[in-house]
């Protein structure tokens, strides 16, 4: 079982935002699941009423809980796998902020791209490869009415530090 995800990592503090295990938030958008994977608290929503996000031409379903290192995870998991992407994560995080599961005093730190295997048959390896990435990350600001929902008042440091980014992957 596995996943191909982008892992974002906030904290109110920057040096733990930059850190797997010291963040106190992670947000996963997954591109892929196989092998019946599915992400932290996915069982624990009625799926019917779970938030969704349109973003391209998928639509993505928001679940919550808690990991190891009691982070709390936000996943968006896309309606169908997807072999290659090229979003703007902007929307995801606008809609955490606006609805007000982040707090606007966060950092937004580590980043990362890539496969999380959880099992494979004994004696089976797991190869991830990805033919292509790309990554361009610029500072942004929240457009009213993005993301769902009327502007929050205060900024905080998220707000001021929200990033666009746009991801391509091809594996």
Not at 64 to 76: A, K, L, R
């Amino acid at each position: 079982m596995t996943n191909v995800a982008l892992d974002m990592f906030l904290a109110e503090d920057e040096a733990a935002a930059n850190s797997t295990t010291d963040a106190t938030h992670e947000i996963m958008i997954w591109q892929a699941a196989y092998g019946g994977l599915e992400p932290i608290g996915w069982g624990t929503l009625a799926h019917d009423y779970a938030p969704a996000l349109e973003v391209g031409k998928t639509t993505y379903t928001l679940s919550h809980g808690y990991n190891g290192n009691n982070q709390s995870v936000y996943t968006w998991m896309p309606s169908t796998n997807l072999t290659s992407i090229n979003i703007d994560v902007a929307p995801f995080i606008h809609y955490l902020w606006r609805k007000e599961y982040l707090a606007g005093e966060l950092y937004l730190g580590l980043m990362q791209f890539g496969s999380e295997a959880v099992h494979s048959a004994e004696g089976q390896n797991i190869t991830f490869t990805a033919k292509s990435v790309f990554m361009d990350i610029q500072k942004g600001e929240p457009r009213a009415g993005s993301a769902a929902g009327a502007p929050r008042p205060a900024l905080g440091i998220l707000g001021a530090a929200l990033l666009v980014v746009a991801c391509v992957g091809l594996w």
